[in-house]
């Protein structure tokens, strides 16, 4: 343990000698080297453990006055240097290390340094003892630092004991009990029983002995207790390794005690980042016989999960294996989670939920709740090495809600939270990870589709809001009416939904121009399970802006469908019908109503519109459904009515059981006929007659009244070509009878007077053409009596201008069948009438003539 000290002689002196010139061996030091005369030096050889110390000269390194050099190696010097004194350890045989699970045992102690001073050795059997209590036998000595013997461990029969579990640092009750590792209790815990020796009670254990050595005076070897286990229990592992990391880092492997191989093969799950395994298998370090070390290296962000477990190869030095087919407790493993962070934290999802009061209008609503109030419920998942958010919300043009920040939970919850129609929610998540990085995701939310009922049960449907152009809430009302599908669909639903930019659905504000603005109202109208569809009756959509929601007095509101074959927007009033169009802006209550005929996305836009004075009624009633049943019924009711009504008119006035009936009851039937009938043809165009063009009057005497009654009608026009008055021809029948006798009364040609009356007595019978009788009164026959045509007033005007044009032969009528007689005074319930005409002559009489009929037999014309 002193270092050796040394003297160097030569034989003759020697020149420029150092300490160069000297060779040391392995771990050989040496210090305070001195030069006594030129042949004579001084050095101390020791080394730091227990070892041999060597020196020597090589050749060469030696040389005389004369400069002759030294041929051989010289001066070589070996010697066993102890640094301190002895230290032992015990080895047993078939075991790696000082752990046995039999009873009998072979055990070695070893010294690492002889034990023998000057030949003789001062370590023996009495040197030795095991605690507890344990005979040593067959001690024999196998060199000068290495010893065996022989021990049998003793089992105590404790079947009725049971082990307590206690802290490591308890004190013990008794001389008389033992604390050991046992299965019954944790590793962090110790089993405590009345027992000197291992107990029979507990099949697996680490019960402690000590091997005992006495103090080595003579050798400076202090009294040593050397350590021995009964073990019978299987080792445990752990892992270890930071939670975070930005970087490659340590994964430390350590099992419970020594293992005849420490290193096990690491496991990682999958769904992690990529791990790079060359540098896994490279970076492997023993630490001791029961810990080794690997570094991990992860190539991207994200969560490593690491694990390791216990296998029938994984064995301790005692032979214990984790074999759990044979023994299920010594079932082993451990993991560890390390979130590697090469950057921000992963971005993750965003979900909704939605919850509201299902509507009575609904068609098997999905959106419900417990409660009377609506939900949104906003949850964040996949936010790989994150640790805390931020969350806020933003709507409309621009509302939006705090900034919630140190968000730990991944959920939050909006109470009282009413989403509107085609509005855009847009959820903002930011993530923070453990090194300050952060990650934005953003997700769009819309209302969920909405299902009305549509087959008129419910008429007037308030669908949720929507936002206006100036923030302001927009509610819109659905008008629906019966029979309001005209195609079969099999359940008369309407899906209401807002517009999905993201999903495809066409953008309105790419329209925008100085006479066209789009606003937030934007949605959808689509029929389930069906891809044609046809109204037979319009819908129509009301929405009401408010007082404050409308504030531009030149633009109006206006509907306009997407027309996919055209690419435009039209406006949704065009595609109805005409007799169906309709469309109405209310500028006093801000309310627009339009009908709907096509089923598409729809947009409200602001639209150019001039100012009118004029503010159309406000109409809230829906239209009635031409197929409504009351309406059917009343339509049917009303045409049989109808019906009843003109037959029994039909039955009362034709009369038709009456005989002879065949025409229409006419002016002739009564005896009376026009002018052309009355006046023969060759009269009415005698010279100084009145012209086709001249004015007539007719009168309408009424007896037994003393009032005279004169209309005058429009001018008489003949349809036969006109021609100027000419002379009447002598053959003429009429003129030869009368020309004489007018020129013996007034002894020149004149004109005969046209001025006559003619007074019909109608009889005291009904009207009726073919009765057959003749009238009492007169001796007229009013069957037989020819047809002239009565102008009463206006109408009696035209129809005697249409008897005029027709000349009707006289010649086969009797002259009996028409009286004519002076008009006189008496009352009298017929009528009689009078047609005077005017004289273009001023001489001509006025007033009413009464003409007598012709004595020849022939009808006055």
Not at 89 to 107: E, I, K, Q
Not at 344 to 349: I, K
Not at 416 to 432: C, P, S
Request: charged share 20%; hydrophobic share 40%; net charge negative.
């Amino acid at each position: 343990m002193e270092p050796i000290n040394c003297t160097l002689q030569f034989t003759q002196d020697i020149v420029n000698f150092n300490v160069s010139a000297l060779d040391l061996g392995p771990g050989t030091l040496l210090r305070n080297f001195a030069e006594l005369t030129m042949s004579r030096y001084t050095f101390q050889l020791y080394a730091e453990g227990n070892t041999n110390v060597s020196v020597e000269i090589p050749v060469g390194r030696v040389v005389d006055f004369f400069g002759a050099q030294n041929s051989e190696r010289t001066a070589v010097f070996t010697a066993q240097f102890f640094a301190f004194p002895p230290a032992a350890s015990v080895r047993l045989d078939g075991f790696l290390g000082p752990r046995t699970r039999v009873l009998s045992n072979l055990a070695y102690i070893v010294f690492n340094s002889t034990t023998s001073v000057n030949g003789k050795s001062y370590f023996d059997a009495s040197a030795l003892s095991l605690s507890p209590s344990i005979a040593v036998s067959n001690f024999a000595r196998v060199s000068n630092t290495m010893f065996k013997f022989n021990f049998e461990i003793p089992e105590q029969n404790t079947s009725s004991a049971v082990p307590m579990c206690v802290d490591p640092g308890a004190a013990l009750p008794s001389v008389n009990h033992s604390k050991f590792l046992c299965s019954e209790c944790p590793r962090t815990e110790r089993c405590m029983m009345d027992t000197v020796y291992p107990p029979t009670s507990v099949p697996f254990l680490e019960f402690p002995i000590e091997a005992r050595i006495k103090a080595i005076a003579m050798l400076g070897m202090p009294a040593v207790d050397l350590q021995l286990l009964y073990d019978t229990l299987w080792a445990e592992v752990r892992l270890t390794a930071p939670p975070f990391a930005n970087g490659p880092f340590l994964v430390t492997v350590a099992w419970s005690e020594e293992m005849a191989d420490p290193i096990t093969s690491l496991n990682f799950i999958p769904g992690g980042p990529a791990v790079d395994e060359l540098a896994l298998s490279q970076s492997r370090t023993v630490l001791n016989a029961s810990a080794f070390q690997v570094v991990v290296e992860p190539a991207s962000t994200g969560v490593v999960s690491i694990f390791v477990n216990g296998t029938r190869s994984t064995r301790d030095t005692a032979g214990n294996s984790n074999d759990f087919r044979l023994i299920d407790k010594s079932r082993t493993g451990d993991s560890v989670v390390v979130q590697y962070s090469d950057g921000p934290p992963v971005s993750g999802e965003v979900t909704f939920e939605y919850t509201r009061p299902a509507e009575a209008f609904e068609y098997n609503s999905i959106i419900t709740s417990s409660g009377g109030d609506p939900s949104l419920r906003v949850r964040w998942s996949g936010f790989t090495t994150a640790l805390h958010y931020d969350f806020w919300l933003r709507w409309g043009p621009n509302s939006s809600t705090p900034v919630y920040t140190n968000l730990k939970d991944t959920a939050f919850v909006f109470d009282n939270f009413r989403v509107q129609l085609g509005v855009e929610y847009i959820a903002h998540v930011r993530a923070y990870n453990y090194w300050g990085n952060e990650t934005t995701v953003s997700k769009t939310f819309l209302h969920p589709p909405l299902d009305v009922l549509a087959s008129g049960k419910y008429d007037y449907i308030t669908l949720p809001s929507f936002i206006g152009p100036l923030g302001t809430n927009v509610t819109c009302e659905l008008i629906l009416g019966n029979q309001t599908f005209l195609s079969v669909s099999p359940f008369k639903v309407l899906t209401i939904r807002s517009i999905d930019r993201l999903g495809g659905d066409v953008e309105p504000c790419k329209v925008n121009s100085d006479t066209l603005r789009c606003t937030d109202i934007n949605f959808h109208i689509e029929v389930p399970l069906t891809q044609f569809m046809v109204f037979r009756n319009p819908i129509r959509l009301q929405f009401s802006f408010g007082r404050k929601g409308w504030d531009d007095l030149y633009f109006r509101p206006q509907l306009r469908y997407w027309e996919s074959y055209r690419e435009e927007w039209r406006p949704v009033v065009d595609s109805c019908p005409p007799s169906q169009a309709f469309e109405m802006w209310n500028d006093l209550h801000n309310v627009y109503i339009v009908a709907v005929c096509h089923l598409s996305q729809f947009s409200v836009f602001e639209t150019y519109s001039p100012v009118t004075t004029t503010t159309p009624m406000l109409v809230f009633a829906n239209p009635e459904s031409f197929e409504d049943p009351a309406f059917i019924i009343g339509f049917s009711v009303s045409l049989a009515a109808l019906f009843i009504v003109c037959v029994l008119c039909y039955f009362v006035c034709r009369r038709p059981w009456a005989k002879g009936i065949s025409e229409t009851i006419s002016f002739r039937d009564f005896g009376i006929r026009s002018l052309a009938e009355r006046v023969p043809k060759h009269r009415r165009w005698e010279e100084g007659y009145v012209t086709p063009a001249a004015s007539r009057q007719r009168s309408v005497r009424v007896r037994g009244q003393d009032s005279f009654i004169s209309r005058v009608s429009s001018d008489y026009e003949d349809d036969r070509p006109r021609r100027p008055p000419r002379p009447i021809h002598s053959s003429s029948s009429v003129a030869r009878q009368r020309q004489p006798a007018a020129s013996e009364e007034a002894g020149e040609k004149a004109a005969i007077p046209m001025e006559a009356a003619l007074d019909v007595d109608l009889g005291d019978r009904p009207l009726s053409k073919s009765s057959g009788r003749s009238h009492d009164r007169g001796n007229r026959s009013a069957a037989s009596s020819p047809s002239i045509v009565e102008a009463w007033g206006d109408a009696g005007s035209r129809a005697g201008s249409r008897a005029g044009s027709k000349a009707i032969s006289a010649s086969s009528r009797n002259a009996n069948d028409l009286a004519l007689k002076p008009v006189d005074g008496e009352d009298s319930p017929y009528a009689s009438v009078s047609a005077p005409v005017v004289q273009p002559s001023p001489a001509a009489p006025s007033g009413d003539a009464h003409v007598d009929p012709p004595t020849n037999g022939r009808p006055a014309s």
